[in-house]
């Protein structure tokens, strides 16, 4: 399935019909405009998010197709308030979206699980260093240096 095929099939007929003409007796929705839009919001999810859209995923989906009537709202000239309502959705989810499907956990830990024991906490193996992680550089700085001891 193509994203235009997928947003009619979420969307109303009479509203795509209104959205993507601009006869008001058209009887189908402008295949044209709509690609134009599906192609337009596709093209904003990658920028924003720096991943490829993909249409099996649910929540790119969700994102797109909010995304092209946004645009196709855009296209249209629409009351701006709930034109910018909706474009400000797909931004937001969009940028949400980059936040946590592009945050990897990088670690140069040497901490190793012990065997697990009903009934007591886990000991770990503490050979090294403890770094903690800068969320906002992605940085690690050495907290405390451990000994076989500790």
Same mark, same amino acid.
């Given at each position: 399935?193509?994203?235009?095929?997928?947003?009619?099939?979420?969307?109303?007929?009479?509203?795509?019909?209104?959205? @993507?003409?601009?006869?008001?007796?058209?009887? @189908?929705?402008?295949?044209? #405009?709509?690609?134009?839009?599906? =192609?337009?919001?596709?093209?904003?999810? #990658?920028?924003?998010?720096?991943?490829?859209?993909?249409? @099996?995923?649910?929540?790119?989906?969700?994102?797109?197709?909010?995304?092209?009537?946004?645009?196709?709202?855009?296209?249209?000239?629409?009351?701006? =308030?709930?034109?910018? =309502? #909706?474009?400000?959705?797909?931004?937001?989810?969009?940028?949400?979206?980059?936040?946590?499907?592009?945050? @990897?956990?990088?670690?140069? =830990?040497?901490?190793?699980?012990?065997?697990?024991?009903?009934?007591?906490?886990?000991?770990?193996? #503490?050979?090294?260093?403890?770094?903690?992680?800068?969320?906002?550089?992605?940085?690690?700085?050495?907290?405390?240096?451990?000994?076989?001891?500790?």
């Amino acid at each position: 399935m193509t994203l235009a095929t997928e947003v009619e099939s979420r969307y109303g007929t009479n509203f795509l019909i209104q959205l @993507t003409n601009d006869d008001g007796t058209a009887t @189908t929705s402008d295949a044209t #405009r709509l690609a134009a839009a599906a =192609s337009d919001a596709q093209g904003h999810f #990658r920028r924003l998010t720096g991943l490829a859209p993909d249409i @099996t995923q649910d929540w790119h989906l969700h994102l797109l197709c909010e995304g092209v009537v946004a645009y196709l709202e855009r296209y249209k000239a629409r009351d701006s =308030s709930i034109m910018n =309502s #909706r474009m400000k959705n797909f931004v937001d989810g969009c940028i949400e979206l980059r936040k946590t499907a592009t945050f @990897t956990w990088q670690t140069t =830990s040497v901490l190793t699980p012990s065997p697990e024991t009903s009934g007591v906490k886990p000991d770990m193996d #503490r050979k090294g260093k403890l770094r903690h992680m800068n969320m906002d550089e992605n940085t690690y700085s050495v907290e405390k240096t451990l000994t076989e001891d500790e």
